[in-house]
T-cell receptor
Framework: AQSVAQPEDQVNVAEGNPLTVKCTYS??????LFWYVQYPNRGLQFLLK??????LVKGSYGFEAEFNKSQTSFHLKKPSALVSDSALYFC????????????FGTGTRLQVFP | DGGITQSPKYLFRKEGQNVTLSCEQN?????MYWYRQDPGQGLRLIYY???????QKGDIAEGYSVSREKKESFPLTVTSAQKNPTAFYLC????????????FGDGTRLSIL
């Protein structure tokens, strides 16, 4: 069965420093992986996805993610964090072939301190 | 602008009452989804619909019902059989196939009076 894990409930980083939010996955077949961000009392916003191709995927708001097949990871990164990046981040994996249904991780709260 | 509209933003339910959450999209997406979000548990799939007049149970469908009479609309009813309905409910839509991203509404927060 497909699954994703976000091992950190919270990540704290100082503004201007690089940030990493971790995600590992377990899938049969080729993984379709996604990152979303959620601000308080709002829906999820799509940041980026990996289907195939380059292992480094660039997305919205300066975020990028690195796909690592050998480590079954898809970590979200940003070179320089902003206070406005503080939010809840979700990793997700497609459930099965020929569908857009997703399985979500439990989320990681990112706190960027000024 | 295209998007997904959920209403109301806040909803209160009395004991023994059914309530219906609205979800409308103008993205021309075939697939629609309902999720429940509880703190620390991520998003759990309640129901989904790949096309009009068809829908399937997700992981936690007990105590909920849906309909899909129009492509644009996918209302969720929280019935009195759902004993712990307090949560944040999110509706999403997507093209339907090919691993495309889902687009989300801004949610409805349901509480018990």
């Amino acid at each position: 069965a497909q699954s994703v894990a976000q091992p950190e409930d919270q990540v704290n980083v100082a503004e201007g420093n690089p940030l990493t939010v971790k995600c590992t996955y377990s899938v049969s077949g080729n993984p379709y992986l996604f990152w979303y961000v959620q601000y308080p009392n709002r829906g999820l916003q799509f940041l980026l996805k990996y289907i195939t191709g380059d292992n480094l995927v660039k997305g919205s708001y300066g975020f990028e993610a690195e796909f690592n097949k050998s480590q079954t990871s898809f970590h979200l990164k940003k070179p320089s964090a902003l206070v406005s990046d503080s939010a809840l981040y979700f990793c997700a994996v497609r459930r099965s072939y020929n569908t857009d249904k997703l399985i979500f991780g439990t989320g990681t709260r990112l706190q960027v301190f000024p | 602008d295209g998007g997904i509209t959920q209403s109301p933003k806040y909803l209160f339910r009395k004991e023994g009452q059914n309530v219906t959450l609205s979800c409308e999209q103008n993205l021309n997406h075939d697939a629609m989804y309902w999720y429940r979000q509880d703190p620390g548990q991520g998003l759990r799939l309640i129901y989904y619909s790949q096309i009009v007049n068809d829908f399937q149970k997700g992981d936690i469908a007990e105590g909920y019902s849906v309909s899909r009479e129009k492509k644009e609309s996918f209302p969720l009813t929280v019935t009195s059989a759902q004993k712990n309905p307090t949560a944040f409910y999110l509706c999403a839509s997507s093209i339907g196939v090919g691993g495309q991203p889902q687009h989300f509404g801004d949610g409805t927060r349901l509480s018990i009076l």
